[in-house]
């Protein structure tokens, strides 16, 4: 079955604990992408990857890491998170930009 | 970059009536701009897309319209039904090279009323 998966679903920590979502996708996308949802701010990206190791920031980078070493997975790292990162992140691949993006189902992380 | 701004922000319709969301956006070098649908607590999901090349899309009850010139594009949902009731997001982007990724506009939360 074709999918995005991202673990952990939900995640409580504190605040500087250095912590890694995964995201991994099984449809050989070349475009993978990290957003941000916040109520009344829609979807922000945070940052996106055109290929294997090709990242770019996208209009929320700081405060945030991703690597793109192998095809299939794009990790998001918080090296040390703040309460402002509290927020539901999305992980999506697609062929390109301009195609579909299938988003993973979501982490729900809170910073305390 | 890129800026989407999505009206309105929230849009309360009867039950078979017509729903339209509207975007203008502002690189005029965009030319892919999909709409996705967010149903509460599930995943964004692509409903419909149109390429700078096509005025005009339509699935089912479901069309979108783009006006280049003006740089805005609009959905249509007509003959409304309960299932139709979520958050939907316009956005767009430019296939191929360029710096920026996909822009999405801040939502439209629709409510369709029995």
């Known amino acids: 079955e074709a999918q995005v998966t991202q673990n952990p679903r939900y995640l409580i920590t504190v605040t500087g604990k250095k912590l890694t979502v995964t995201c991994s996708q099984n449809?050989?996308?070349?475009?993978m992408s990290w957003y941000r949802q916040d109520p009344g701010l829609g979807l922000r990206q945070i940052y996106y990857?055109?290929?294997?190791?090709?990242?770019d920031k996208g209009d929320v980078p700081e405060g945030y890491k991703v690597s793109r070493k192998e095809k299939r997975n794009f990790p998001l790292i918080l090296e040390s998170p703040s309460p402002n990162q509290t927020s539901l992140y999305f992980c999506?691949?697609?062929?390109?930009?301009?195609?579909?993006?299938?988003f993973g189902p979501g982490t729900r992380l809170t910073v305390t | 970059g890129e800026n989407v701004e999505q009206h309105p922000s929230t849009l309360s319709v009867q039950e078979g009536d017509s729903a339209v969301i509207k975007c203008t956006y502002s690189?005029?070098?965009?030319?892919?701009f999909p709409w996705y649908k967010q149903e509460l607590g599930k995943r964004p999901q692509l409903i419909i897309d149109?390429?700078?090349?096509?005025g005009e899309k339509k699935d089912q009850r479901i069309a979108v319209t783009l006006n280049k010139t003006a740089k805005h594009f609009s959905l249509h949902i007509t003959e409304t039904q309960p299932e139709d009731s979520a958050v939907y997001f316009c956005?767009?982007?430019?296939?191929?090279?360029?710096?920026?990724?996909?822009?999405f506009g801040k939502g439209t939360h629709l409510i369709i009323q029995p």
């Open positions: 999506a691949s697609a062929r390109d930009k301009a195609y579909e993006q299938y």
């Open positions: 449809m050989n996308h070349e475009y």
């Open positions: 990857s055109m290929n294997v190791e090709v990242t």
């Open positions: 690189d005029s070098a965009s030319n892919y």
């Open positions: 149109i390429r700078s090349n096509v």
């Open positions: 956005a767009a982007s430019r296939a191929g090279g360029g710096a920026d990724g996909l822009t």
